[in-house]
C-alpha cells in the first residue's frame, strides 16, 4: 500500500495522456488495420472490389501502380536523406568555423523551415517547370538559360526516367536542410573549445581534427536526424499534392496514392491497407531506433 | 541525444570564437560559399516576393523572373482580406494546441523524469513511437470517429476545435519527451525528495518547484507546437473544409481555383507564412534550442 | 445501375408520357411534387451544399439566392458552400451526412456519371417530376436529358453548362504561317500545326496539366469515333482497344509531338497564356478560358479566335453542374423549390450570366449574353451533345482517376500501346 501511495497519483496524472495516447494512436491503428481487413463489394454489380483478410494487402503489393509508388517513395527518400545531410552538415561545417554575418546566415538558411509545404510547393510547382530551351523554359529552366548555363536545365520530376522522384526531393531539400545545420551546430557547439586545442597542440590538420575528434561525437545527431528525416519523407503528401495535383502518376507516391484510392476511387479498404504499409515501413525503422535510445540511455545512467 | 537544461538555456547562438580572426583565403573561400547557398536558398523567395507585387496583366509564366512593370499591391491585399478569417483561425488553433499540449507535456514529463510507476519506461516509449507515427495510418478511422461525435451531440467539434483536440492529441509525445529530458536535468531530485519530506503532495512540489523553474521547456514546446500545428496541412485536409479550417488549407483553395490569380497567391504564400516567420525572427535563439529537443524526435 | 444511352432513350419516352414521378419504376412519393407546391414556397429552411464560394461563381450563387427569396418568400435559403469542394472533409462530411440520414436539402455534383455513387448507394431521388413541371424534353436538349437519365430517372437538375472542345487560337500566328482559320478534321489540323512549327512556332499546341490533357484526349476521342461511337465506349459495349480508339490515341500522341512540355500539375492558365502571348497557337480548353483572355484584355475575334476542336464541329462536348435531391432531406418540399429555380428561365439566366456560362434550357434568349455565349447556346441548341470525360459527364469518379493516371503515364512514356491496355483495364474496372 506503501508503494502505491507514491507512483499512485503520478500514474493518475498521467492517464489522461495515456488513454488519449491509446486510444488516438493505437485504438485508431487498430481501427484501421480492421478496416483494410475487410472484405468490400460494389454495391450495383456485387462484383468482389476487395477480397479480404491478407489477400487485400497481396493485392496492393502485386500492383504496378503500387509498386511504381514505392519506388518512387524509395528514390525521393534516398535522395532527400542524402542531400539534406550533406547541405546541413556542410553548411554546419562553415558556419561553425566563425564568419562574418553567421546569424544572417543561419537566418537565412532556417528560413524555408518556417513555411509549410503548401505555402512552398507553390512556388516549387512553377520553379520545376519541366519545358526547356529559350522558347518555352520557365522556371529554374528559364534562370539557368538567362545566366548562360543551359547544360543546367532538366525536366526535374517530370522526366521519363525511373529517378525521376530525384528533382522532387530537391523542395524538400531545400526546406530540411537548415534544420539539419542547425541539429549540427548545436551538436558541434557542445563540443568543449579544449578538445580541439588539444588536437591542434598535437599536430592535427583541420581533416583530421573533424574527422577523429569532433564527426565521431555528433554522430548520435546525425542518427537522431537521418531518423527524423526518413519518418518525414514517408508521410510526405503536402509537398507532392501541391506540386504534381491529387492525381499525377509521375510523381505517386503512397501517401497521394492513399487520397486516390480514399476519393476518387471510394475505396477506404485499400487505403486503409496503403497506410498500414506505410505505418510497417515506417515502424521497421523506428522501433529498433527506440529500443537502441532505451538501451544507451539506461546503459549511460548505470 | 538527449536535451539537457545546458542545451535549452545556453543555447548556441553567439558563436564561441575559436580560431583565428584573421581574414585569410580561407575565410573568404568560406564566406563567399555561404553567400552563394544563401541566394540559391534565397531563389523560391525571390519568385514569391516579385510576383506578390504583379498587377494581373503582368503575370505570365514566361515574364515571372523580371521585376513588375506595374507596381501593384492588389494581390496583396486580396490575399489578406481572403486569408484574413482563416489567419485568425490558425492563430486560435496553433496557441491552443501549443498551450494545451505543453501543459499535459510538463505534466507527463514530470512524472516520467521523478515519479515514475511501474511500467513508466515502456509506457513512455509507447508515447515516444506515437510521435513517429505517419498520420496517414489513423486518419482514416480518425475522420470517421470525429465525424461520429459531431453527428452525435458534439456539433460544435468542428473545425477549428476538432483540430485543436487532434494537435493536442498528437503533439503530446514530443512535448512528453521534452519536458522529461528537461526536468530530469533541471531539477534535482534531491530538491524533490526534500519536499516530500516535509510532506508536500506530488502536485504541491510540482506547482511549488517544477513548474517555476520549467520556462525554457515551455518556450520549446510552444515553439514547436505553435510551428507545426500552423503548418499542417494533412489533418486540415481530411478533418476541416476551407470555410472552418486552418490557413494552409485557405491558402490551397486559394492557389487550386480554377482561375488563378498568382500575384494574390503569392502574396497569401507570404502572408500565411508571416506568423512562423515572425516567431522565428523574434524567439530564433530559443528556436534552434526548440530544434535540438527536436532532435530526439 | 448503367447510364446506357440506348435504355435511357427508351425510359426517357416512357418518362414524358407518364409525366409524374408516381410513375417512374423506383421513384419515391414525395411529400410535395413541384406543381403542387404552395406559392410562395414550401416554408422553412433549405440548406444548399455547393462548392460556389469563390469568384464568379460565388456571385451566381448569390444571384440566386437573391432570386430565390423573391419567388419563395416564405423559404430560408441556408448558403452551404464549401470553397472547392475537392477538399476531403467536404466530400466526407458530405458523404457521412448522406449516411448518417442528415443530408442537406440540396447539393450540387457534375452532372452525369458522376453522380452515380450517389445512385447506386441510394442516398439520391428521382427528380422527374421536377424536371417535368420545369419543361421537361420542351425546354432541355433531349440529349442532354437522356445522358442525366439512369435506369429510367434523372437525378439532377442542370444549372449551367460548359463546353470542353473549344481550341482557342491566335489568329496572328495563324496568318503569319497561312495556317487555315479553322481545320477541317485532325489531319488537317496536324498538316496546319506542321506549317506553324516551319514557320517558327516551337510548339503550335499548347497544354496544362493532366486533366487537360485528359480533356484534349476526349475531344480527340470524339473526333475519331463520332458522338455514337463515343458514347458508346461508356456502356458494357463499349470497346477501348477498337481500331477507332487506336486512330485517336496515335492522333493524340502526334498532337503531344506539337505541345509545349507541362508538369502534370500546370495549370489551365499557362497554357491559355501561351496563345495569348503568341507562344502557341492553339489550346483545347472548356469555354470558361474567355474569362483569361478577358483579363488579358483580349478582343473576341481580333485578338482570339475560337472553334470546336476539328473533327468535332456539330458536336457539344458539355460539362454541366446539378443539384439534387437527397434521400432523407428534412425539407423536400424547400429543396424543389430550389431546384424549381435552378431549372427556371429566370434563374439560368441570372446564374450563367454571372458565371460566364450557359443555361441548360434551351429557352433562355440569349440577347444578353456576351459574343461568345451566344455562339455556345446557339451551338447547344443545334449540336449533338457528348458527355465529358475530364468533368465527370461521361465517368465515374474512380473512372476518371484511372484514366488520368493512364494520360499521365503517357505524357511521359509516350507509349501508344500501354495507353490502350491502360485505357481498356480502367473501363473493365469501371463500365457498369
Known amino acids: 500500500m506503501r508503494r502505491l501511495r507514491t507512483w499512485g497519483p503520478g500514474l493518475l496524472l498521467v492517464s489522461p495522456s495515456i488513454i488519449l495516447v491509446g486510444i488516438f494512436v493505437y485504438g485508431l491503428i487498430g481501427l484501421n488495420v480492421q478496416t483494410s481487413l475487410a472484405e468490400t463489394r460494389d454495391r450495383i454489380t456485387n462484383r468482389i472490389t476487395n477480397p479480404g483478410g491478407v489477400a487485400n494487402y497481396l493485392n496492393l503489393l502485386g500492383d504496378d501502380r503500387y509498386q511504381h509508388a514505392l519506388w518512387n517513395l524509395l528514390v525521393l527518400t534516398v535522395v532527400f536523406m542524402v542531400g539534406t545531410m550533406l547541405f546541413g552538415l556542410l553548411w554546419a561545417v562553415l558556419l561553425e568555423r566563425g564568419v562574418t554575418g553567421e546569424g544572417a546566415f543561419r537566418s537565412i538558411y532556417l528560413f524555408p523551415m518556417a513555411i509549410s509545404f503548401v505555402a512552398a510547393g507553390v512556388a516549387w510547382r512553377w520553379l520545376l517547370s519541366p519545358a526547356q530551351g529559350p522558347d518555352q523554359a520557365i522556371g529554374l529552366n528559364q534562370l539557368f538559360l538567362k545566366l548562360g548555363m543551359p547544360w543546367l536545365q532538366s525536366s526535374w520530376w517530370s522526366s521519363d526516367s525511373s529517378f525521376n522522384m530525384a528533382a522532387m526531393a530537391i523542395p524538400a531539400i531545400w526546406q530540411l536542410s537548415g534544420y539539419i545545420m542547425a541539429l549540427f551546430l548545436a551538436g558541434f557547439r557542445g563540443i568543449s573549445d579544449d578538445q580541439r586545442e588539444a588536437a591542434r597542440v598535437d599536430g592535427a590538420s583541420e581533416w583530421q581534427l573533424y574527422r577523429y575528434v569532433l564527426f565521431p561525437q555528433v554522430s548520435p545527431v546525425a542518427l537522431s536526424a537521418l531518423i527524423i528525416l526518413g519518418h518525414m519523407s514517408m508521410k510526405m503528401f503536402d509537398l507532392i499534392y501541391s506540386i504534381a495535383g491529387a492525381n499525377s502518376y509521375t510523381a505517386e507516391v503512397p501517401a497521394t496514392f492513399m487520397w486516390i484510392q480514399l476519393f476518387p476511387q471510394s475505396n477506404p479498404t485499400g487505403a486503409a491497407a496503403n497506410a498500414t504499409v506505410i505505418l510497417a515501413i515506417v515502424a521497421i525503422v523506428v522501433i529498433p531506433y527506440l529500443i537502441y535510445t532505451n538501451h544507451t540511455e539506461k546503459d549511460g545512467r548505470a | 541525444m538527449t536535451i539537457t537544461a545546458d542545451t535549452l538555456t545556453a543555447s548556441p547562438v553567439s558563436a564561441p570564437r575559436h580560431g583565428r580572426r584573421r581574414i585569410t583565403p580561407m575565410k573568404t573561400v568560406q564566406f563567399l560559399l555561404l553567400l552563394a547557398f544563401a541566394c540559391a536558398v534565397l531563389i523560391p523567395l525571390y519568385v514569391v516576393l516579385v510576383t506578390s507585387f504583379k498587377g494581373g496583366a503582368d503575370v505570365s509564366a514566361a515574364t515571372a523572373w523580371d521585376l513588375p512593370h506595374i507596381f501593384s499591391t492588389e494581390g496583396w491585399s486580396s490575399a489578406i482580406t481572403r486569408l484574413a478569417p482563416a489567419l485568425g483561425r490558425s492563430l486560435v488553433l496553433a496557441i491552443s494546441a501549443a498551450v494545451l499540449s505543453s501543459i499535459l507535456g510538463s505534466l507527463n514529463g514530470y512524472v516520467f523524469a521523478k515519479w515514475k510507476f511501474p511500467g513508466a519506461d515502456i509506457v513512455f516509449t509507447a508515447f515516444l513511437f506515437g510521435m513517429f507515427i505517419p498520420y496517414q495510418a489513423v486518419m482514416i478511422p480518425l475522420q470517421k470517429m470525429l465525424l461520429e461525435i459531431q453527428t452525435h451531440g458534439f456539433a460544435w467539434i468542428d473545425g477549428i476545435p476538432k483540430l485543436i483536440l487532434v494537435h493536442t492529441i498528437y503533439g503530446i509525445p514530443i512535448c512528453t519527451l521534452i519536458f522529461r529530458n528537461y526536468y530530469a536535468t533541471a531539477v534535482p531530485t534531491e530538491i524533490l525528495e526534500a519536499a516530500r519530506v516535509d510532506g508536500a503532495g506530488m502536485l504541491r512540489v510540482y506547482w511549488s518547484i517544477v513548474l517555476p523553474v520549467s520556462i525554457p521547456g515551455f518556450v520549446v514546446t510552444l515553439i514547436w507546437q505553435f510551428t507545426s500545428a500552423w503548418n499542417d496541412f494533412l489533418f486540415a485536409l481530411f478533418l476541416t473544409s476551407p470555410r472552418n479550417g486552418p490557413v494552409t488549407y485557405a491558402l490551397q483553395e486559394l492557389a487550386g481555383g480554377q482561375n488563378p490569380d498568382y500575384p494574390s497567391i503569392m502574396a497569401g504564400v507570404l502572408v500565411a507564412s508571416l506568423p512562423t516567420l515572425l516567431v522565428y525572427i523574434a524567439l530564433g535563439r530559443y528556436f534552434i534550442s526548440g530544434l535540438m529537443s527536436g532532435s530526439v524526435k | ?432
Not at chain 3, 217 to 236: C, H, M, N, P, S
Not at chain 3, 400 to 410: C, E, H, W
Open chain 3, 1 to 432: 445501375m448503367r447510364a446506357q444511352p440506348l435504355v435511357a432513350v427508351a425510359f426517357a419516352a416512357a418518362l414524358t408520357l407518364v409525366g409524374c414521378s408516381s410513375g417512374a419504376p423506383t421513384a419515391s412519393q414525395s411529400p410535395s411534387a413541384a406543381t403542387s407546391a404552395p406559392a410562395g414556397g414550401a416554408g422553412g429552411d433549405v440548406g444548399v451544399f455547393t462548392w460556389w464560394a469563390d469568384g464568379s461563381e460565388k456571385v451566381g450563387l448569390e444571384a440566386l439566392e437573391k432570386l430565390f427569396k423573391e419567388k419563395y418568400p416564405n423559404d430560408t435559403f441556408v448558403n452551404l458552400a464549401v470553397a472547392g469542394g475537392a477538399g476531403s472533409n467536404a466530400k466526407a462530411k458530405l458523404a457521412a451526412d448522406l449516411q448518417n440520414g442528415n443530408p442537406p436539402d440540396s447539393f450540387q455534383g457534375h452532372a452525369g456519371a458522376e453522380l452515380q455513387d450517389y445512385i447506386r448507394a441510394d442516398q439520391i431521388e428521382p427528380v422527374n417530376d421536377v424536371i417535368d413541371a420545369l419543361g421537361g424534353a420542351s425546354v432541355f436538349p433531349k440529349n442532354l436529358l437522356d445522358l442525366l437519365t439512369v435506369q429510367g430517372n434523372i437525378y439532377s437538375v442542370p444549372s449551367n453548362i460548359h463546353r470542353a472542345n473549344v481550341v482557342w487560337a491566335n489568329p496572328d500566328v495563324l496568318k503569319k504561317a497561312g495556317a487555315s482559320a479553322e481545320p477541317a478534321d485532325i489531319d488537317a489540323w496536324l498538316a496546319d500545326m506542321q506549317k506553324l512549327k516551319d514557320a517558327g512556332v516551337a510548339t503550335p499546341l499548347s497544354v496544362g496539366g493532366t486533366w487537360t490533357q485528359l480533356q484534349l484526349f476526349e475531344t480527340v476521342l470524339i473526333a475519331d469515333l463520332g458522338v455514337d461511337g463515343y458514347t458508346q465506349l461508356f456502356t458494357a459495349q463499349g470497346d477501348w482497344g477498337s481500331g477507332g480508339v487506336k486512330k485517336a490515341v496515335a492522333h493524340y500522341a502526334k498532337l503531344l509531338s506539337y505541345a509545349n512540355t507541362a508538369s502534370d500539375g500546370d495549370d489551365w492558365p499557362g497554357a491559355t497564356d501561351a496563345v495569348i502571348n503568341g507562344k502557341a497557337a492553339y489550346n483545347v480548353m472548356g469555354d470558361w478560358a474567355v474569362a483569361q483572355f478577358t483579363l488579358k484584355n483580349k478582343k473576341d475575334g481580333v485578338d482570339y479566335t475560337y472553334f470546336p476542336v476539328p473533327g468535332t464541329k456539330g458536336v457539344f462536348d458539355f460539362l454541366a453542374d446539378s443539384f439534387t435531391l437527397p434521400k432523407g432531406a428534412k425539407n423536400p418540399g424547400g429543396a424543389k423549390d430550389w431546384l424549381s429555380l435552378i431549372g427556371s428561365p429566370e434563374g439560368q439566366k441570372a446564374f450563367n450570366l454571372a458565371k460566364g456560362s450557359i443555361p441548360a434550357r434551351t429557352d433562355v434568349p440569349s440577347d444578353d449574353f456576351p459574343a461568345y455565349q451566344k455562339t455556345a447556346m446557339a451551338s447547344f441548341k443545334s449540336d449533338k451533345i457528348a458527355p465529358s470525360i475530364a468533368h465527370g459527364a461521361a465517368v465515374s469518379q474512380a473512372w476518371n482517376s484511372d484514366m488520368s493516371t493512364a494520360i499521365s503515364k503517357f505524357y511521359r512514356s509516350k507509349d501508344q500501346a500501354t495507353l490502350v491496355t491502360d485505357l481498356v483495364a480502367a473501363a473493365k474496372k469501371n463500365a457498369v
